[in-house]
């Protein structure tokens, strides 16, 4: 669908948002078969010359879209820190917005002891 983090959450293009936000229901199904308990998205980024108040408006609509599913199949959608994302002040003005039990922050441990190894 294009690499890891494209087409993100927070596109401009309407269309290219509708595929990660597809892409996210099917991974939920997925994850729902194979017994996982969460999924893990990058918000998007960079922001692409738009402003950061409107990606994060872009990025909740989105995620309104997936978490009735993700609450009717028991599996969390864990946000990964990116751009959106990079700092606790940053994740706490996303997430004090979320009305859902079933978004939370994928917080990984191997990438964080990594950096600090090196």
Avoid at 99 to 115: C, E, P, T, W, Y
Wanted: with cysteine.
């Amino acid at each position: 669908m294009g690499d890891t983090y494209l087409p993100s959450w927070i596109e401009p293009a309407k269309e290219r948002r509708e595929i990660r936000i597809r892409h996210t229901l099917d991974s939920l199904q997925i994850a729902k078969k194979l017994g996982c308990g969460n999924i893990s998205i990058p918000p998007g980024g960079p922001l692409g010359g738009g402003s950061r108040k409107q990606a994060m408006k872009l990025f909740h609509q989105g995620l309104e879209r997936v978490v009735s599913t993700a609450e009717a199949l028991g599996v969390m959608v864990l946000v990964e820190p990116d751009l959106m994302t990079e700092t606790k002040a940053q994740f706490k003005e996303f997430i004090k917005d979320v009305q859902s039990k079933a978004v939370g922050l994928n917080f990984d441990i191997s990438f964080r002891l990594h950096i600090l190894h090196f």
